[in-house]
């Protein structure tokens, strides 16, 4: 018999309120400090980082770990990291769901294609270097994971989730403790880096006069960015926000169908295929979109039922719940022995990732190279967020095609990028094989995306 007053009842929406609470907290600093508005640390950030000095400072003064008190059922850090894993399927799913803006042409979808191309380059190069500290590391520190160099990437190149993920991994089917915390303390080093680094860059711009201060005030939203002509009303006999998210749900019940059916035929990747829940989620998404145009296209549906304003909303929620629950999931005390290496790979994680795309966007972006490179740069060390704010303060009205190239590009990004996330199960157990196998991947890749240089010289 279950009584509403007991903890269990509780411990999970007392979470989730306490998140949530906080991003209240942290748009509000944000809005009353400059310093924090001027440096454009995302609010999901911040609230992540107010919740996680809060719980620090109360362990150290008083030895009580608050998110495991009977208020959040003694399972708060669980409940957070079960949030950061979900909320980054679902923030995928409905970015999928939301539609495409027409027919692209051939010099815009080469210029996809490289953006695509250059994403899974930085993945290469952030895993290439940390791997090659990881294996110094382990012969100044016996007893240090030979992996963990590969949360670079998952954590600076894809996310606080990602990071999660195969810090998971590293920690329950390889041995490697505090694996959870040391890849969201990577991925939350990777937010710094975006905005400390993107600020820099856009000071540099400004005093140099090729940008100028951006606009206080938003434009209002057009009726046609809200509502396509052939919709469904947004009021009827269920409300169109509620369609959205059981668009969003049915996909995310048809990914885990999906995880569900390869874990039974692949026991022993198990662990991999449920890491691959977002993956897995877009694939479902893509079936349902193609399910409603055949039908719309059959006549059996009559209007469009995706809404893609509504669609950003519900991935925009998701990935901020992501990022401040993933944030405030992490335990410091169990990183004690590791905060050197994180603090250098963090470091020369941000400035390598930096000059990369400075390098790309020059070569191969000329006609937009700034815009390319801020939302490059932003997307690569923290989220696809982090990469639109960064761009916002250049391209506010996103007239270059930078905004563009990071929805679309996510396709190549996932063909090319599939083989390093198997690759990460292979670290593990030959380190230096993978770093050599890495490394020769991001050549490849490289040529792949100065094609046109390379093989332009060589016919001359």
Same mark, same amino acid.
């Given at each position: 018999m279950t009584n509403f007053w007991d903890s269990n009842v509780w411990g999970f929406f007392n979470v989730v309120a306490l998140l949530l609470v906080s991003l209240l907290a942290a748009n509000a600093l944000k809005r009353a400090i400059r310093f924090l508005e001027a440096s454009l640390i995302p609010t999901s950030v911040l609230a992540g980082a107010l919740l996680l000095l809060i719980s620090e400072a109360v362990r150290i003064l008083t030895g009580v770990e608050i998110f495991q008190t009977?208020? /959040?059922?003694?399972? $708060?850090i669980e409940h957070m990291e079960l949030l950061t894993y979900h909320m980054l399927g679902l923030g995928f799913v409905a970015s999928t769901f939301k539609g495409a803006s $027409?027919?692209?042409?051939?010099? +815009? =979808? $080469?210029?996809? /294609?490289?953006? $695509?191309? =250059?994403t899974v380059s930085n993945y290469l190069i952030q895993g290439v270097l940390g791997l090659a500290i990881s294996l110094i590391a382990v012969l100044v520190m016996k007893d240090f994971f030979p992996a963990a160099g590969l949360l670079l990437p998952f954590g600076y190149g894809q996310g606080t989730g990602q990071a999660m993920n195969y810090g998971n991994i590293y920690e329950t089917q390889y041995g490697f403790t505090g694996g959870k915390s040391f890849g969201l303390t990577i991925a939350a080093l990777g937010f710094l880096s975006a905005s400390i680094g993107g600020v820099i860059h856009l000071n540099i711009l400004r005093r140099q006069g090729k940008i100028k201060p951006r606009r206080n005030q938003e434009d209002g939203l057009r009726s046609e960015e809200i509502q396509s002509a052939n919709e469904i009303p947004m009021m009827d006999s269920i409300d169109k926000m509620t369609i959205q998210i059981a668009l969003v749900a049915a996909a995310y019940l048809l990914a885990y169908l999906f995880m569900l059916g390869l874990g039974g035929l692949l026991p022993g990747m198990k662990a991999v295929v449920y890491g691959f829940n977002f993956l897995l989620g877009v694939l479902a998404a893509s079936l349902i979109k193609l399910a409603l145009r055949l039908l719309k296209k059959a006549g059996v549906v009559k209007r469009d039922y995706v809404n893609s304003f509504l669609m950003t909303r519900v991935s925009n929620f998701c990935f901020d719940l992501m990022v401040v629950a993933g944030i405030a999931a992490i335990r410091l005390g169990v990183l004690e022995k590791y905060w050197g290496v994180i603090l250098i790979m963090g470091v020369l994680g941000a400035v390598l990732t930096y000059f990369y795309n400075r390098l790309v966007a020059r070569k191969l972006f000329p006609d937009y190279e700034q815009e390319q490179f801020l939302m490059m740069y932003g997307m690569l060390t923290g989220t696809a967020s982090t990469g639109t704010i960064l761009l916002r303060e250049i391209d506010e009205d996103? +007239? =270059?095609?930078?905004a563009d190239n990071m929805v679309y590009q996510n396709f190549p990004a996932i063909v090319f990028g599939f083989p390093m996330? @198997?690759?990460a199960t292979l670290a593990p157990k030959k380190p230096v094989l993978?770093?050599?196998?890495?490394? @020769?991947f991001f050549a490849v890749m490289n040529v792949i995306l100065f094609r046109r240089s390379i093989f332009k010289r060589k016919g001359k």
């Open positions: 009977a208020f /959040f059922d003694g399972r $708060g $027409g027919k692209l042409g051939k010099k +815009r =979808t $080469g210029e996809i /294609f490289d953006t $695509g191309v =250059t996103f +007239r =270059t095609p930078a996330m @198997l690759l993978t770093l050599v196998i890495l490394a @020769l």
